[in-house]
């Protein structure tokens, strides 16, 4: 694991402390309150200990996607509220992230308070990694810690411009979440203990090229669920109805078919059976297909219930467990049951002491339903962030921190 600066390496006592978090929280979409705080409850440890060191915390982070133009709806005048409540004192807000509003409000700040500057995403400056933008921030600070790993495969102002700006003094650190996601990210893919599986869902094998590459390379299975599989299927000549198909990937899915069978080691799974419906509803009238036998009119689903019996005994075996994406339509009570049985499986193989770590918004999501986010060694609250790193690439925000 790489050995990053923490903030208990520094004294941050009484200083000015520019904290990069993930607040990006989804909002509902009639009331504008926030649908869930999890990114927000995973800062607090970090926070907490920021404040108990009388440190002056100035928080900064993006929420939604404003493209450059400040957009009321996604102010985060909401979470310093929210945070409010979380800490259990007075949070500070401030309408703007950049200027001589933010650098009175800074310098105005105690030690032992929090600021939360306006959404970073208002300014194009942000995603452009803007020197200016980048020095503006870094106005009045004296150590810059990121806690934000959900962005860290993203290289902007906030994430890489500031953090090297204050890497040239060796205090540009990690914050707790940051050293917890690479602690377990990096146990699963590169200090794990064998039998290793890796079960990828989702709807398109397109965002997971490098990550099937990089896991074929280490893993002992495979698990194949969600919509690609019937990428897979086409690409296999099979009959796959009105599922989802991501056509430009047929190429990629054959070379991946005939790589993995002709040079890796890996036992590659795709379902052998579907859940099948002909209109995606609440209550559909559900069929189980084998794969040679989908009717046209068909759309695939779930996984069905003899390739949730072998993905079953290949998780019960596993020692390590890596999963990311759901096996089907999840949010749908009646398309759920494959994602539910993987989740189980996966839950109590890790009450038998093996590592799961699971990532992606929808995994995160589908586990919440089922009420069970407490049953897995970790979640990751990277989704890009987790992909990029597990299919081998290195982070920017990562490579802007200081090492040991």
Known sequence: MEDFLTIEDIDVTGKTVLLRGDFNVPLDKQSGQITDQRRLEAALP???YLLLKNAKVIACSHMGRPKGEKVPALSLKIVADKFSQLVDNPVKFVDDCIGEKVDKAKSELNPGEMLILENLRFYPQEKANDVNFSQQLARGIDIYVNDAFGTAHRAHASTVGVANIFKEKGLSLAGFLMIKEIKYLSAAIKHYTRPV???LGGSKI????ELIENFSSFV????IGGGMVYTFLKAQGYNIGKSILDEDSIPVARNILSHIGREAKVNFIIPADSITAEQIKEHADC??????EIPDQAIGVDIGPLTVKIFKQAIENAKTIIWNGPMGIFEIDCFAEG???VAQAVA???DQGALSV???GDTAAAVAKFDMEDNFSHISTGGGASLEYMSGRSLPALQALNSR
């Open 197 to 199: 599986i890796a079960i």
């Open 46 to 48: 970090t926070i907490e």
């Open 339 to 341: 994602t539910r049985q």
């Open 287 to 292: 069929q189980v297909y084998q794969n040679d």
């Open 220 to 223: 002992d299975s495979l698990l």
């Open 358 to 360: 699971l990532g992606g």
């Open 206 to 209: 397109k965002g997971k090229i």
């Open 348 to 350: 109590r193989a890790t």
